[in-house]
């Protein structure tokens, strides 16, 4: 069971460069979101998606854009890099009713 | 809005010692409450949940009690193990079929715990 998968584990910018970072799930639900995680800070919602063309801001959305154009995938693209976007990011994803359930991480760094 | 408050780390203990970890939480409706782990290098994983007053979730030798009254989740194990040393996230989630956005999670800062030999 591959459930969420995450790609890539590591990265490293340089400010103003742009990327995306990949997310896919095969457990067919509905719900995903992008949360980073930041010391002492826990987890912190992106952007989420309730399904298919469906999307909308978390608590810390900007200099994030996400697109949601099948169940399964959920990208989240970075326009032009910051410092402050250095983090590690998780992408989960849920039924809505059920545990939410993570992907392995990517470790950004911009320097 | 809602929140999570969990205690700081680092929790250092020595083997087979008693670990409380406390979280407590506001959130407007009725939140459904959890604790995720964290082991070093991987993603987030549920330990337990809890969806109303007075459950108490249980896994692994955790367990954690829904308190309305407190509005706590406290994480308890009566005996740790080195393979126990990880960061601890305690989350809740408000979500209902017409409340997509609480279908998300809130989570609190992380505690990390360190268990010795």
């Known amino acids: 069971n591959a459930g969420v998968t995450q790609t890539p584990k590591f990265q490293v910018l340089k400010t103003g460069q742009s990327m995306t970072l990949q997310c896919a799930q095969d457990?067919?639900?509905?719900?995903m979101s992008w949360y980073r995680q930041d010391p002492g800070m826990g987890l912190r919602l992106i952007h989420y998606?309730?399904?298919?063309?469906?999307?909308d801001q978390g608590e810390v959305p900007n200099g994030y854009n996400v697109s949601r154009s099948t169940t399964e995938d959920f990208p989240l693209r970075l326009l032009s890099a910051a410092p402050s976007q250095t983090s590690v990011y998780f992408c989960?994803?849920?039924?809505?009713?059920?545990?939410?359930?993570f992907g392995q991480g990517t470790r950004l760094t911009v320097v | 809005g809602n929140s999570v408050t969990q205690m700081e780390g680092p929790v250092t203990l020595s083997e087979e010692a008693f670990l409380t970890i406390n979280c407590t939480y506001t959130?407007?409706?009725?939140?459904?409450l959890f604790w995720y782990v964290q082991y070093p290098g991987e993603g987030l994983q549920l330990l337990l949940k809890?969806?109303?007053?007075?459950d108490k979730g249980s896994n692994k030798g955790f367990e954690a009690t829904y308190r309305k009254e407190t509005t706590s989740f406290h994480l308890e194990k009566g005996s740790v193990q080195v393979s126990d040393s990880a960061v601890y996230f305690c989350?809740?989630?408000?979500?209902?079929?017409?409340?997509?956005?609480?279908?998300?999670?809130?989570f609190g800062g992380g505690t990390r715990l360190m268990v010795k030999p």
């Open positions: 989960a994803s849920t039924t809505g009713v059920t545990e939410a359930f």
């Open positions: 457990m067919n639900h509905e719900y």
């Open positions: 998606s309730v399904g298919a063309g469906i999307t």
């Open positions: 959130a407007t409706g009725y939140p459904s």
């Open positions: 809890a969806t109303k007053a007075d």
């Open positions: 989350a809740l989630r408000t979500g209902t079929l017409f409340n997509n956005a609480g279908n998300m999670l809130t």
